[in-house]
């Protein structure tokens, strides 16, 4: 049975920082994207980052670019969010994502990813 376990969320300061981690389990997902989305009450689901399956090539959502860093650990069949000068406006759910499929590039569509944590909860406040 294949898993996304989210950890590293929690209550912190305005300016202050936090690191998510995603672990995979029951299959490699060391040649697929794999992502963070995020949820705030009462809004869609909305894109954070995502990197390709090597690591070489990410992309960010403008209102975090600059912010945040992913990263992966394919040894580990981990993903990573690095969040820097969180803002209040960066409370929500955060998700990671993973395709089955090979896929080359990084993807921001939910649609590209097949399996889905169960989320952790990042509340920033001012």
């Known amino acids: 049975q294949v898993q996304l376990v989210e950890s590293g969320g929690g209550l912190v300061q305005a300016g202050g920082s936090l690191k998510l981690s995603c672990v995979a389990s029951?299959?490699?997902?060391?040649?697929?994207?794999m992502a963070w989305f995020r949820q705030a009450p009462g809004k869609e689901r909305e894109f954070v980052a995502t990197?390709?399956?090597?690591?070489?090539?990410?992309t960010y959502a403008d209102s975090v670019k600059g912010r945040f860093i992913i990263s992966r650990d394919n040894a580990k069949n981990t993903v990573y969010l690095q969040m820097n000068s969180l803002k209040p406006e960066d409370t929500a759910v955060y998700y990671c994502?993973?395709?089955?499929?090979?896929?080359?590039?990084?993807?921001?569509?939910?649609?590209?990813?097949?399996?889905w944590g169960q989320g952790t909860q990042v509340t920033v406040s001012s």
């Open positions: 994502a993973a395709r089955s499929g090979y896929l080359s590039m990084p993807s921001d569509l939910r649609s590209v990813y097949d399996y």
């Open positions: 029951g299959r490699s997902f060391s040649r697929s994207p």
């Open positions: 990197i390709n399956w090597s690591g070489g090539s990410t």
